[in-house]
Each structure stands twice: as C-alpha cells, then as structure tokens.
T-cell receptor, first 110, second 114 residues
Framework: RKEVEQDPGPFNVPEGATVAFNCTYSNSASQSFFWYRQDCRKEPKLLMSVYSSGNEDGRFTAQLNRASQYISLLIRDSKLSDSATYLCVVNAGGSYIPTFGRGTSLIVHP | NAGVTQTPKFQVLKTGQSMTLQCAQD?????MSWYRQDPGMGLRLIHY???????DQGEVPNGYNVSRSTTEDFPLRLLSAAPSQTSVYFCASSYQVSGGTEAFFGQGTRLTVV
C-alpha cells in the first residue's frame, strides 16, 4: 500500500461547482500535511497547509481527519483557472523530505 | 528571487551516455531532494540530502548518484542512461515548518533517452 493515496480522477466539473478531493495516508505518525497544485508541464507549488483545526483560504478549505487518516481539499465556486493536478503531501514525524501522492486531476469546463 | 534553479530544461541522451542534472538554491535551505515524475506515477523520490555532506536514497535510486558538497548545490548524475530513465526530473529544496517541511521546486528537466 502506498504511503499516500489519491484518486487520480479526472474530476470534470462545470464552472461554479463545488468539488472535493480526499487523500489517505498510511503512517499514523504523520505530523504535517499540505496540498500542492501542479499545472500542466509545470513544477508543483504549495497551495495550502492543512492544520489540525482545518483552514480556509478564499474558495479553498482544507481539513484533516486524524482518526480516519485522511485530508481533504474543498474548492467552492470553481473557476476555469482551477484546472490543474492537486497533490497531497504528507510528512511523517522526523522526516525532512515530503512524500507525495500521485495527484488528482481537476478539469473545470465552461 | 531565483529560488531553485535547474539546468538544463530539456535534454536528449543516447542509451549509455552519462550526464549531470544541475540544481542550485539560494534560500539557504538545509534539505534538498530529487524526484522523477512519470505519467500516472506521481512524484517519486530518487535521492535526498538533509545537509551538506549528507545524502540518502529515496524510493527509486538505482542508476543515479548525488553529492552535496555545498548547501546550495545538489547535482544528480545519470551514470549510464537507459530508456527507462526518460522522465521529468524535479529538484526541490525545503525547510522545516511546524514539524514538517515546505518544498520549493525547480522548473524541471525533461529528459528523453533514446
């Protein structure tokens, strides 16, 4: 079983829709969690950190469920520019190098 | 702000050739890593370093060498290129935040081995 698992999608949604992705992790010692965004043929870039209490940044909300070992990303009012691959990243305690999921592809259409 | 700089951006090699992918960061980050990204496989860790003089293997290290003589530079060497090494390679540097690390990536090197 991979350490970090994501549904590859693609999630195909119309503009204005709300879409949510989940990411499960296997290491219960994992301590920090992030969502990265990767545009086609570009490098990944940090989208947001995921805190235990959850966090929100505009249309984006990230949540952590330690009991079930998953994190989620909710995107409200989807824009065409949200089309990208969203990568889940998990750091185990004491690990300095991020572990990436395979990514979830989102396509927002008019 | 340069951040993480990778060179070259594109490269075509013949099977058996060797080459070095360069990676430099100017953020004074301790941690650096190399990933390869293949369709459907996500980012797989090749080698990483937690500081100058210290390197370790990741998930897919075979066929690659690294060294970290300075904080800034972390080159990746392909010893004898094989078609299976055709991929997009990303270098990242990262620093510690709240028990984890935030990574910054270079723009990637698109390598084709024929």
């Amino acid at each position: 079983r991979k350490e970090v698992e994501q549904d590859p999608g693609p999630f195909n949604v119309p503009e204005g829709a709300t879409v949510a992705f989940n990411c499960t992790y296997s290491n219960s010692a994992s301590q920090s969690f992030f969502w990265y965004r990767q545009d086609c043929r570009k490098e990944p870039k940090l989208l947001m950190s995921v805190y235990s209490s959850g966090n929100e940044d505009g249309r984006f909300t990230a949540q952590l469920n330690r009991a079930s070992q998953y994190i989620s990303l909710l995107i409200r009012d989807s824009k065409l520019s949200d089309s990208a691959t969203y990568l889940c990243v998990v750091n185990a305690g004491g690990s300095y190098i991020p572990t990436f999921g395979r990514g979830t592809s989102l396509i927002v259409h008019p | 702000n340069a951040g993480v700089t990778q060179t070259p951006k594109f490269q075509v090699l013949k099977t058996g050739q060797s080459m070095t992918l360069q990676c430099a960061q100017d953020m004074n980050h301790e941690y650096m890593s190399w990933y390869r990204q293949d369709p459907g496989m996500g980012l797989r860790l090749i080698h990483y370093s937690v500081g100058a003089g210290i390197t370790d293997q990741g998930e897919v290290p075979n066929g690659y060498n690294v060294s970290r003589s300075t904080t800034e530079d972390f080159p990746l060497r392909l010893l004898s290129a094989a078609p299976s090494q055709t991929s997009v390679y990303f270098c990242a540097s990262s620093y510690q935040v709240s028990g984890g690390t935030e990574a910054f990536f270079g723009q990637g090197t698109r390598l084709t081995v024929v």
